[in-house]
């Protein structure tokens, strides 16, 4: 079992930037990419971006989120970070850390979730 704890969500203004961080319990084969995804009420969940927390980086970006977002991790602290610039209203949602055994996108292919930390923008 892998538990995963995120952090760093809140709430600023248009324009201002936070860095939210998935602490996971443990790597392995089934959970070494990290994954942050993000769910707008009413909306279905999408992907971020995906990390590898061993091995030479690996990472994969959704297009809107690549010139904002920028990913990082401390594979000794077993933790990413998502460092977001320029927040935008439409930013906010649910953020939620993900680890499965792929570089992708898909919520589908990732086997373990964190709570969900809240990241609201206002205008």
């Known amino acids: 079992q892998v538990q995963l704890v995120e952090s760093g969500g809140g709430s600023v203004p248009a324009g201002e930037s936070l860095r939210l961080s998935c602490r996971a319990s443990r790597v392995t084969t089934n959970s070494h990419f990290m994954g942050w995804f993000r769910q707008a009420p009413g909306k279905d969940r999408e992907g971020v971006e995906t990390?590898?927390?061993?091995?030479?980086?690996?990472?994969s970006y959704v297009t809107a989120a690549k010139d904002r977002f920028t990913s990082s991790r401390d594979s000794a602290k077993k933790t990413v970070y998502l460092q977001m610039n320029s927040l935008k209203p439409e930013d906010t949602a649910m953020y939620y850390c993900a680890a499965g055994p792929r570089c992708v996108l898909q919520p589908s292919a990732f086997g373990y979730w964190g709570q969900g930390t809240q990241v609201t923008v206002s205008t």
């Open positions: 990390m590898n927390l061993r091995g030479p980086p690996v990472d």
